[in-house]
């Protein structure tokens, strides 16, 4: 069952179509990486998806229901938290458990607080938190009411690697010991490489893509990539003497075969053919190099 | 939307502005009651004999060295044109509440708390139904305050009232001004929403909460409007009129008063009536205009 659904959502500001007809499904247990550029739509597809911005056209369902009432089920961190600056970590805990109506509010506070590393007893304001404190407080807003799903928009931005790492940590913690479903975006794919089951691509508004970390983990494995005087006799005889090895031509004639970092082999079928080599590199493709060929509309370039 | 009031009232009651406003109060309650105290006392007249030039033991003074007699008596009116003289006449009630409200309808949206809130309660009906409801109360709490502290303040400095009036009369009288009084924090509420500016927050406080521009347009439709029927009555229609009325008619609050464009209905039905309106039309900004702004 999913537990985010868009189907064709759409919105438009004036002329500008900020999400076109996205439709996307985060299923129960993923940790759904949600990539685009700057100004690609995110941020605003995920705001539609909490309800703080009204879709133009179609439709959000949230567990199968459209979100109707509320959804205490769905805890948000979209851009900066949304903070009270006056008021202590308790005190912002505490007004949103409020707001849900949650019983015995003040005990479960105390142990969200205490879930993302922040001291519940202390009376510092939150405009005086550091940036990493803001974020955590703003995990341990999103996660008042122990719901069922997170929608993070941006958690990484301004965190050093130290915070970066432990954000990271809780947000795997919460998928792997609660089974929150995740659903992230983020420009550090770096992180989300090390945590995503699935991902969404978005451009201009538009999903272009949708993987999965298998897909990823293959399109950027290590690869020898071959280059000879005789692409077609090459490849008839790698598929003969190689059956084992998958191998795929690029748009420059290479040879590519994904997984294979020995070129022992290859190197050896090729000077008994006689076939006059030019290139043969083991090369490894940067992760974010795919993704940004995603962006830009591929989707295995 | 209970939730959301207890809600608001946690962050209220846990926050510096609630606070502040209520001592604002109290400190212009006790500051006024000093003041008039301070008028009744025969240093105060001695002072005002020395400034007009006339020497001790003339006037209003005692000769032969004694104390000089007080040039007042420590005795109000009434209580309403007490509390309107100190708090709701000049404007200070509805600009203080207003103000606070106002902050209170904004910083949800400029905090981004929003979030937290339109995630787990999708309906903005609910969530503009609490806050204008929220407005209404802290309107009611504060013109409860300012009757409170005026009394005491005035009592604490031994002040009686010339009329007692009977509390049915009070209590209409401080119903009536927080009619006024929340009729002008919805609008400011609805000025937060729209506007999501601090400073447009401000200037509306400044130039309608006060009535500053409420008796300015009254000022230019008695004079420029004669002739004009729109104009002639657009200034009964007023809040800051509203805030004249309450002003100049502490008594006699059912009574037929030729002054209102409907004589009949009195000062309570005429200021009702307006109240009424501009309730109406704030509430319907909101639910209309507001409500489908995104967060």
């Not at chain 2, 002040?159 to 919805?186: C, K």
Request: with cysteine; charged share 15%; hydrophobic share 50%.
């Amino acid at each position: 069952m999913p537990v985010i659904e868009t189907r064709q959502l759409t919105k438009t500001f004036g002329r500008i179509r900020a999400v076109d007809g996205v439709s996307l499904a985060v299923n129960q247990g993923d940790i759904y990486g949600f990539v685009g550029k700057n100004g690609a739509g995110k941020s605003t597809l995920m705001k539609m998806v909490c309800g703080l911005v009204t879709p133009t056209a179609g439709e959000v369902r949230l567990f199968d229901c459209p979100p109707c009432g509320g959804n205490p089920r769905i805890g948000v961190l979209i851009e900066e938290a949304g903070l009270l600056p006056n008021a202590s970590a308790m005190e912002n805990v505490m007004a949103k458990s409020l707001v849900i109506g949650l019983s015995d509010a003040k005990k479960r506070c105390e142990d969200t607080l205490a879930a993302v590393g922040l001291d519940p007893a202390s009376r510092l304001a939150t405009k005086r938190f550091s940036l990493g404190m803001r974020r955590r407080l703003g995990i341990a807003l999103a996660l008042v009411g122990s719901p069922d799903a997170l929608v993070l928009d941006e958690p990484f931005n301004g965190l050093d690697p130290e915070g970066t790492r432990a954000m990271r940590q809780l947000i795997m913690h919460l998928n792997e010991a609660s089974g929150v479903t995740v659903f992230i975006s983020s420009h550090v794919i770096d992180q989300l490489d090390r945590m995503a089951t699935r991902y969404g691509v978005i451009a201009e508004g538009r999903l272009t893509a949708e993987v999965t970390a298998e897909d990823v983990q293959e399109a950027c494995a290590d690869s020898l990539r071959v280059r000879t005087d005789d692409l077609a006799r090459t490849t008839a005889l790698l598929q003969d003497r190689l059956p084992d090895v998958r191998m795929r031509v690029g748009a420059d004639g290479a040879i590519v075969m994904p997984g294979l970092t020995d070129s022992a082999p290859v190197a050896t079928v090729l000077r008994d053919a006689g076939l006059l080599v030019y290139e043969m590199t083991v090369q490894r493709r940067d992760v974010e190099d795919y993704f940004v060929s995603l962006m830009e509309g591929g989707r295995h370039a | 939307m209970l939730n959301l009031l207890k809600s608001d009232v946690y962050r209220l009651v846990h926050g510096k502005m609630l606070w502040i406003g209520a001592a604002i109060v109290v400190v212009v309650a006790l500051a006024a009651a000093g003041m008039a105290w301070w008028i009744t006392t025969p240093q105060f007249a001695d002072m005002v004999n020395a400034s007009i030039g006339q020497p001790d033991g003339a006037g209003m003074t005692v000769s032969g060295g004694e104390p000089p007699a007080p040039l007042n008596q420590a005795v109000m009116d009434n209580f309403t044109h007490t509390v309107d003289q100190v708090l709701v006449g000049s404007g200070a009630l509805t600009v203080l509440v207003s103000v606070l409200a106002g902050r209170v309808a904004l910083d949800d949206f400029s905090t981004r708390f929003v979030q937290s809130v339109f995630t787990v309660r999708r309906s903005r009906w609910d969530y503009y139904a609490e806050k204008l409801l929220l407005a209404a109360m802290l309107a009611a709490a504060f013109v409860l305050l300012a009757d409170a502290a005026v009394a005491a303040a005035f009592a604490l400095f031994g002040f009686s009232y010339d009329v007692v009036q009977p509390i049915g009369e009070i209590a209409l009288w401080t119903v009536l001004v927080w009619l006024v009084t929340t009729a002008f924090t919805w609008l400011s509420c609805v000025v937060a929403w729209l506007s999501r500016s601090k400073g447009a927050l401000d200037a509306w406080a400044v130039l309608v909460s006060t009535t500053f521009l409420g008796s300015m347009v009254q000022f230019l439709c008695t004079t420029f409007g004669v002739g004009v029927p729109l104009l002639e009555i657009l200034p009964n229609f007023l809040l800051s009129n509203c805030v004249v009325v309450l002003s100049t008619q502490g008594l006699g609050l059912v009574d037929s008063c030729p002054l209102l464009l409907a004589p009949d209905v009195g000062i309570a039905g005429w200021v009702s009536i307006v109240s009424a309106l501009w309730l109406v039309a704030a509430a319907a900004v909101t639910f209309v205009a507001c409500r489908r702004k995104d967060a």
